[in-house]
Structures are given as structure tokens and as C-alpha cells.
């Protein structure tokens, strides 16, 4: 049978294309080999952002750097991209990581930079949640699992 399909940050990977350029380790990102496909994704490289790049923060519908740049287009069409690659691969499920102005779910830093936190939805969390695409933060590995297992049991039956 095959493995169900779920849109990872590759950040979450230990890739090292987190704003800052560097790698990390996640805990219990490892428990779901065996469990699901992992198609990796950054929007922000996807949308054409370097790494390393100066930290960004979402205000209201903008995206914006630590500098003042305005980085909205970027997220947008990294997030474009990255639902692309969702409905290439069949994606119905996605694995972000948490508070980021792209992948963050529920919560994000509020465009301070002073590193508070509000209630929102990245850029890409966003446009994946309004195309039906379930979205679980790195701290929601649990629920994630629960999900998978309930789908494979639907496709065995």
C-alpha cells in the first residue's frame, strides 16, 4: 500500500534553510518515517528568498523584514508554489513549522520583531488551509499521526 503524501518544511528536516542558513533538529520528525511521504518544501526559497535573509514578520496582509522591505510577493509566490507541489503529489495533509510568517498555523510573531506572538496564519499555512489541506505545526505530531493512521484505515477497508 501506499504511503500517504504530506507537505513537510524542510526546515523540519534539519535542511538548513532557515532565515538564519543554519540546520536543526527537530524532535519526533523521525517518527514518521514509515508513516507518510515526505515532500520537503521552504516557500520562502521557493518564492525567491536567499538563505541566510533577514528575518520577516507578517502585519496584517504584508509581509515584512527586520529592514523595512516589504517581502509580501516573495511569500505569496512561494506559497503558490508550494500548494503547487501539494496538488502534484496529492498532498491533503501538511507538517509546518510553527509561528513562521509562511508556514506558522494559528499563531505567528506579530510584525514586531520584538518576538510576540498573536493569533494568524502564515502566508503558505494560509493558502493551503483555504484549499482544504489539513495543517499541523511541529508541536502537533500526535494529532498528525492519529490523522494518518485514521486515512490508512480508510484506504484499507
Known amino acids: 500500500m501506499e ?4 507537505l513537510i518544511s524542510a526546515c523540519l528536516l534539519g535542511l538548513s534553510c532557515r532565515y538564519d542558513g543554519c ?3 527537530y524532535a519526533g520528525i523521525g517518527s514518521l518515517h514509515g508513516l507518510c511521504a515526505m515532500i520537503p518544501v521552504c516557500p520562502e526559497q521557493l ?3 536567499a538563505t541566510p535573509r533577514i528575518p520577516a514578520e507578517r502585519r496584517g496582509d504584508r509581509v515584512v523584514t527586520a529592514a523595512g522591505t516589504d517581502v509580501t510577493e516573495q511569500y505569496e509566490r512561494g506559497a503558490e508554489q508550494a500548494l ?3 496538488g502534484q503529489f496529492g498532498c491533503r495533509m501538511a507538517l509546518l513549522k510553527e509561528k513562521s510568517p509562511s508556514c506558522g498555523c494559528g ?3 506579530d510584525g514586531t520583531f520584538s518576538r510576540t506572538l498573536t493569533e494568524g496564519n502564515g502566508v503558505t499555512a494560509q493558502l493551503l488551509l483555504e ?3 489539513q495543517v499541523f505545526g511541529e508541536n502537533q505530531l500526535d494529532r498528525l499521526k492519529e490523522s494518518l493512521n485514521g486515512r490508512k484505515e480508510e484506504r484499507s477497508e
Not at 504511503?3 to 504530506?6: A, L
Request: no cysteine.
Open 131 to 133: 484549499h482544504g489541506i
Open 47 to 49: 518564492g525567491g528568498l
Open 23 to 25: 540546520g536543526k533538529d
Open 107 to 109: 499563531r505567528i510573531y
Open 3 to 6: 504511503k500517504e503524501p504530506i
Open 84 to 86: 503547487r507541489l501539494a
